[in-house]
């Protein structure tokens, strides 16, 4: 579904979003957390009328699948670390060497568990069999990460004892890998500017078949920003992103109708390049589609230590001729504040579904499906990698979503969260730098939340405790 969008925010929320975003904690960071997509649900304590959406036509509403709890109390594995009135308790009977991950806060009712540990996990998708696939590349990439294994592997469970059996290497010689999606019987999988597929199976752990080319995105490369994630949309639209550079000018030719190509979406559609269909993105790192709402949704990387010009981090829903204002403008009606001569037009800039402080970084995007109960339930799962050098930030964020339409519900990420977007993990900022930075986060097909350290390697999941099992 293509042609669906959000619409205008008035000017006021505008002005509230950018007050947010840099930094001016208060009334802003509450007026922003009105409106409700699906024309209702106007919230009186916050005191703004609802937010129109979709210019281009009706959201679609939600036609999700019916949800099937887990009944197994994961929690109660040996080594999970479980939350309860505010400190955590261990599991005994751990395996031997297994890092002391009580550091890692999450809600009460949640556990934490460690799983493995993979050099530079940047990406992380799981099979159908239920397998889960890490994306670890040779080649450090922006954010500080170290080098890893220029590899996909796969990290078997098959005694479910919580922890990974082994590291099976699926496929090496991957210095520039990082999007992995598994569709219509193959694994897709990033190898330098291109995605490639590979006949996928049931239980593989080795390719089972030669790999082919499926795009290659060279309308513009980026030497620093070459992760390019992929997923698919319920009508089978496969997207790409593809990431621009920091030091874009804004330029004439960027002011235009039809600005440069340089970050932003592109559609697999059998084209060597792909169909472009956004631009205007700094640095689209991740995209994840929200099963059963017919659409998909990105975060972006936006212009580095410019709080003061307006700069924010974004999440942003995936429509075809979206132009997300970069290198020129911060948000709709909003350019970047040292550009003035002349002042760029931003009025036909989309504006973002959720803004995080900028230099937060998101960089993980995933969305629960139903088995968790309660305020996590149905919420989008941010990974925010933190402020380089400090990792100030980095912590996993809980959006919560539209019950009619699935879309992630406006909010500013604040330090103290917002009922809109909350903190679910956190704990990597403690001002040691010793615990790594989350990078990737995915829900495995029994619920768990897996989340991946891109600095020291760490996977853990997090469950929800149950009485089951």
């Not at 995209?287 to 998909?296: L, S, W």
Request: proline content about 8%; overall charge negative.
């Amino acid at each position: 579904m293509l042609g669906l969008v959000r619409g205008t925010l008035p000017s006021f929320v505008a002005a509230a979003l950018l007050l947010a975003s840099v930094g001016c904690k208060g009334s802003g960071d509450a007026a922003v957390d009105g409106g409700s997509k699906g024309g209702g649900g106007h919230d009186s304590s916050v005191g703004l009328p609802d937010v129109t959406y979709a210019p281009y036509g009706p959201i679609a509403k939600i036609h999700r699948p019916t949800p099937t709890p887990s009944t197994t109390n994961f929690c109660a594995l040996p080594g999970s670390v479980v939350w309860s009135n505010g400190s955590p308790s261990v599991v005994p009977g751990g395996a031997g060497g297994s890092p002391d991950l009580t550091w890692l806060r999450v809600p009460d009712g949640f556990c934490v568990h460690y799983f493995a540990t993979v050099p530079e996990t940047r990406f992380m998708r799981f099979s159908p069999s239920g397998d889960l696939f890490v994306a670890s590349p040779g080649q450090a990439s922006a954010g500080g990460a170290p080098a890893g294994l220029s590899a996909i592997v796969v990290l078997p469970d098959d005694n479910h004892d919580g922890f990974a059996d082994e590291t099976v290497t699926y496929m090496p010689n991957l210095v520039t890998t990082h999007g992995l999606l598994f569709h219509d019987g193959a694994l897709y999988y990033q190898s330098g500017t291109t995605f490639q597929k590979t006949p996928y199976q049931n239980g593989d752990r080795a390719p089972r078949g030669a790999s082919e080319q499926v795009i290659d995105v060279n309308v513009y490369v980026s030497p620093d920003h070459w992760s390019k994630s992929i997923d698919v949309d319920d009508s089978g639209n496969i997207f790409v992103t593809n990431g621009g550079d920091e030091g874009t000018a804004c330029s004439g030719a960027a002011l235009t109708s039809n600005p440069p190509f340089t970050g932003g979406i592109l559609r697999i559609d059998g084209s060597p390049n792909g169909e472009l269909i956004a631009r205007g993105l700094r640095n689209a790192y991740a995209i994840r589609c929200a099963t059963g709402t017919g659409m998909c949704f990105g975060v972006e990387l936006a212009r580095d230590f410019a709080p003061e010009l307006g700069s924010r981090e974004k999440l942003f829903p995936i429509h075809a001729g979206d132009n997300w204002g970069f290198p020129c403008c911060a948000t709709k009606d909003t350019p970047y504040s040292d550009y003035t001569d002349p002042a760029p037009d931003c009025s036909q800039v989309r504006a973002e579904e959720d803004v995080f402080t900028i230099d937060h970084t998101p960089f993980g995007l995933d969305f629960e499906q139903g088995q968790w109960s309660g305020t996590f339930q149905y919420r989008a799962f941010v990974a925010n990698h933190g402020y380089f050098v400090s990792w100030y930030g980095a912590r996993v964020v809980a959006i919560s979503t539209d019950p009619t339409t699935g879309w992630p519900e406006t909010a500013v990420e604040t330090d103290a969260g917002t009922p809109r977007m909350m903190d679910f993990a956190t704990g990597w900022d403690d001002g040691k730098n010793d615990h790594g930075r989350p990078a990737a986060v995915t829900f495995a097909p029994d619920g768990r939340l897996f989340i991946g350290d891109d600095m020291n390697g760490v996977i853990v999941w997090v469950a929800q405790v149950t009485t089951g099992g």
